[in-house]
């Protein structure tokens, strides 16, 4: 378990030093949902708890993170292009680490990302629930690190044809940002478009965002968000590490 603590580190820290050393990549990959967040909210109305941006900015800070985490296994497809990869996989290192270790990075561009969002956001009328704020983003560092995993998988699946990993990446990207209702509630829709939302586990964790933002710390939505959060950490390390295993085997 040290040994597996201390590689998890060493591929954390390898991982970070780039996104450290050109901190702009953080803030380029948040244009579009701050476009999003230009164009889409003046269209809102205000709801009865005041201003629209309250229901609309946990969204766009969930958008920032599936948009950049669910692309960040294009790092790997470059790796495995240029043989850093494979220079990787005939280290000491575990071989579960290294897909932890790299999924663990996605947590601090997602922070960083969500700060700056909520700072540009304040002085329009965002109000800040610090606390929950805290939770909310514990929640969301969860299911980045899921859907980072599954995205590394993603890369290592489509090692030899990388259009692929773009192909299904954006396939995927938009529904799941749809049905969650980020940009849009799904309360009126159609029958069946409701229940396409219900079994996207991105709709739970969008739903607890809203709640934990707006100061709402302990409640059912919230608890459904963390295990939707959970569930997808746990599936996505679990697929990243044998899918890993197998690539180095």
């Keep these: 378990m040290t040994t597996f603590a201390t ?3 060493t591929v954390f820290s390898r991982e970070l030093r780039p996104v450290l050393r050109d901190p702009f990549s953080v803030i380029f990959s948040m244009l579009q949902p701050l476009l999003f967040l230009a164009l889409f909210a003046p269209l809102l109305p205000d709801t009865d708890g ?41 280290s000491p290192l575990s071989r579960p680490a290294l897909i932890v270790g790299r999924a663990l990075k996605e947590i601090v561009p ?7 969002i909520v700072l540009v956001t304040i002085p329009f009328g965002f109000e800040l629930h610090v606390g929950g704020a805290l939770v909310a983003l ?15 998988t993603l890369a290592l699946a489509a090692r030899n044809t990388e259009w692929m990993f773009w192909a299904v990446q954006q396939t995927l990207l938009f529904p799941l940002l749809l049905l969650a209702g980020i940009l849009l509630p799904i309360d009126e829709a159609p029958e069946w478009l409701r229940v396409a939302s219900h079994l996207n586990p991105l709709t739970y964790v969008v739903d607890a965002e ?40």
């Design 7 to 9: 590689d998890t580190a």
């Design 50 to 90: 005041g201003s629209a941006l309250q229901w609309f900015v946990p969204g766009i800070v969930v958008m920032s993170c599936l948009f950049g985490t669910s692309a960040t296994g294009s790092n790997l497809l470059f790796e495995i292009q240029t043989g850093s990869h494979e220079r990787m996989l005939v």
């Design 110 to 116: 997602m922070f960083a990302q969500a700060v700056l």
């Design 138 to 152: 514990a929640i969301l560092a969860l299911f980045c690190v899921g859907l980072g995993s599954l995205s590394y």
């Design 210 to 249: 809203r709640a934990l933002f707006n100061g709402e710390l302990v409640s059912a939505t919230v608890g459904y968000g963390l295990l939707a959060a959970a569930a997808v950490g746990v599936l996505g390390l679990w697929i990243g590490t044998k899918a890993i295993r197998r690539a180095s085997a």
